[in-house]
């Protein structure tokens, strides 16, 4: 399984599905990250943590815990 956290910067991927429970899948749903949605990493920040995305045509500062949430393709 290939997640969000593993993509290598400058690169797209493809939503495959959402993993986690409750308030933190609704979270991430409702910053536009859906099955199916392409993204796009930017860069990281210097210590690594958070991770900067294009999703949708807007920029998202996520997490690697919660990147690690999301399986890509």
Do not use: C, N, Q, W
């Amino acid at each position: 399984m290939k997640t969000l956290k593993d993509t290598p910067i400058g690169s797209t991927a493809t939503v495959v599905k959402l993993h986690g429970e409750g308030a933190i899948r609704r979270r991430i749903m409702d910053m536009g990250i859906t099955k199916g949605t392409k993204v796009f990493v930017r860069k990281a920040a210097p210590l690594g943590d958070p991770l900067e995305l294009t999703v949708r045509g807007y920029e998202l500062s996520l997490r690697k815990a919660d990147a690690e949430l999301i399986e890509v393709e």
